[in-house]
């Protein structure tokens, strides 16, 4: 199968068009988001980002012999949920972090898993999620124990994995590409997949917004109507960086590459 903006098409093949999956990587703050998403895309562990800017990247990757497009939102939410649209509304697949030495980031990532959960309810589709124990390097300070992240996992019906921003690119790519593999059912089961829809201004009235009934703080996220709905251009708040696959990077002559949230990576 082959898409385009996340529309299926039949007959894909070796030949066709990539696969287009969009991930959105949700989490609070400190928990590695962004130390996993440049990991993946650069093989690198950089250890400081600005944690106020979010940026989405793409990056063409192979996945069971398949060629995809891939998009990363590294999103940069304060310590809940916010705003949470931009990316409900966009992604195929969630990857859930919290750092296994954090307790409070672990209870963060459950309030995520809460917001997938009732975002899958309301729209009455499969949203898969991926919870992740971040900071494995760091197992020796922690708070989260390994069966209460399966535990966690197992509630939601979501795959688990402990991994680490700065240990093997190898598994932290495996995850990524698991999610790949999971966005990929997902739009298999759909027999038209999710359009890419943002609602316009007009929000409707007469249903109340997912942080009353759920108190998500400051998530207002507005029932979607065909009357009220536009095709998506771009990500919303998000700015869009195009990054080569890993394994062209590293071939890359350039010494230095400004690439992730101004950042620059040796
Ligand atoms: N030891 C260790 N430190 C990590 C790991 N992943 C991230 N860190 C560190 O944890 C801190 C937070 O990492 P970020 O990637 O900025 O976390 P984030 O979730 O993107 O946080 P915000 O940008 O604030 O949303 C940084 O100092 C990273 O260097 C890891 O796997 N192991």
Redo the contacts with the bound molecule.
Sequence with gaps: MSSVFGKPRAGGGPQSAPLEVNLAIL??????????TVKFLTRR???????NLEDTYSSEETVDHQPIHLRVM????LDTPRNCERYLNWAHAFLV?Y?VDSRQSFEGSSSYLELLALHAKETQRGYPALLLG?????AQYRQVTQAEGAALAGRFGCLFFE?????DFEHVQRVFHEAVREARRQLEKNSLARPLFISEERALHHQAPLTARHGLASCTFNALSTASLKEMPTVAQAKLVTVKSSRAQSKRKAPTLTLLKGFKIF
């Design positions: 989490g609070r703050r400190g928990a590695g988001k962004s130390a996993l562990f950089i250890s400081e980002y600005d944690p590294d999103t940069a939410d972090v750092s971040n900071k494995l390097d760091m991994v680490s921003a700065c240990l």
